[in-house]
């Protein structure tokens, strides 16, 4: 069974653990690095991405999650899990991982639209849209060439999107009840990982 930690600085841990159950998968919170050992996969939940890169820091996570990231680690980050895997964040000096070549905005959409639902197209997913929560939601200004992009809006703008074994969206996969988001991240992501590390054995 695949091991999914998720990030439980603050923010919506609790519902991915919630999701991540019904997939199948055994999921539990990370609080410090001594919770990361075997596993297979790491969920960075959305919350407020300074306070959670500041508690991270604190917890003495920050070096040990760089590294296993780096070395292969399937991650998914949601909303400000998202700010803290890009590489930069546009207009402004903020702390990350820097491990996933995008740059993202935060608080992209502005105050009128704060927050906000959409169906949106995800072909990785199924023909059937995902129903997408955005909260004060980051945008993706730009991707590196290794980077596929998941998702858009109908304006063009990137809010999913993956470079090998890590996967971002904008908006908040844990709310609506639907699981594909999830299931692709264990099947295709973490599947992957698993697939990959029995070759090298
Ligand atoms: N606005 C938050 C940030 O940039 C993200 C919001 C969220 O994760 N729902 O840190």
Known sequence: MDRIGVLAMQGAFAEHIGVLRQVGAEAFPVRLPGDLEGISGLVIPGGESTTV??????????????????????????????????????????????????????NAFGRQVDSFEVDLDMPALGASPFHAVFIRAPWIESVGTDVDVLASLSDGTAVAAREKNMVVAAFHPELTGDLRFHTYFIESVCGNFKASAAEVR
């Open 53 to 106: 890169i500041r508690l991270m820091e604190e917890y003495g996570l920050t070096r040990e999650l760089h590294r296993l990231i780096e070395g292969g680690l399937p991650v998914l980050g949601t909303c400000a899990g998202m700010v803290l895997l890009a590489r930069s964040v546009r207009g402004m000096t903020q702390e990350t991982l820097g491990v996933m070549d995008i740059e993202v905005r935060r």
